[in-house]
Nanobody
Framework: QVQLVESGGGLVHTGGSLRLSCAAS????????MGWFRQAPGKEREFVAA????????YYKDSVKGRFTISRDNAKNTVYLQMNSLKPEDTAVYYC???????????????WGQGTQVTVFS
């Protein structure tokens, strides 16, 4: 099993920044990719960004490209999501995910964090 613990959510003005962190522990050798999803009230969970653990290839939802940056620290088994120029529509619970492959749907991801709330107000 892999455990994921997120941190860094909060309340921020439009245009502000937040950095989310997700630390993995347990059988981390089984992880080849980590990513972030989000779920707003009344909406389905959606893909935000992902990174491959070895080569560092990154993937983003179109609406966050240029504003969000995903990165990793292999030594710490931690993935980060730097979110800049935040908008009210970015408000959601953000979930960290880990699995054997990158995917833009929930299916490929085996492990999930508990979620951290991000609220952007105007």
């Amino acid at each position: 099993q892999v455990q994921l613990v997120e941190s860094g959510g909060g309340l921020v003005h439009t245009g502000g920044s937040l950095r989310l962190s997700c630390a993995a522990s347990g059988r981390t050798f089984s992880i080849s990719a980590m990513g972030w999803f989000r779920q707003a009230p009344g909406k389905e969970r959606e893909f935000v960004a992902a990174i491959s653990w070895s080569g560092g290839s990154t993937y983003y939802k179109d609406s966050v490209k240029g504003r969000f940056t995903i990165s990793r620290d292999n030594a710490k088994n931690t993935v980060y999501l730097q979110m800049n120029s935040l908008k009210p529509e970015d408000t959601a619970v953000y979930y960290c995910a880990a699995g054997p492959v990158v995917g833009t749907t929930s299916g490929p991801w085996n492990y999930w964090g508990q979620g951290t709330q991000v609220t952007v107000f105007s």
